[in-house]
């Protein structure tokens, strides 16, 4: 499936991804090696600091292309269900 997004801004988020995937794998050890608590829950909060910034990033695009489209698309039936997806999505960041 395309959501027109850039092949450049795709690339850059995997690799963000990749990069939080090496911190978790890191934290692991961590953990193996019997570390100090201190070090391995200020790790723990570098990786959610980092996955809230990739899911703003993939949340903006989201925004920019897939809301946008529907909306400008004049399909007010797709509209609606964006518009759902995202009030949906919020509801559970809630939780």
Request: hydrophobic share 40%; glycine share 4%; proline share 1%.
């Amino acid at each position: 499936m395309n959501h027109d997004h850039s092949p450049e801004r795709r690339e850059a988020k995997v690799k963000r991804l990749n990069r939080i995937a090496g911190q978790v794998q890191g934290i692991s050890r961590m953990v193996a090696e019997d570390r100090y608590c201190i070090d391995i829950l200020t790790q723990m909060q570098a990786v959610k600091s980092a996955l809230a910034r990739a899911e703003a990033e993939i949340l903006r695009d989201h925004a920019a292309h897939c809301v946008r489209d529907a909306i400008t698309g004049g399909d007010a039936t797709e509209t609606q269900a964006k518009v759902d997806e995202l009030v949906a999505l919020f509801d559970r960041a809630r939780r």
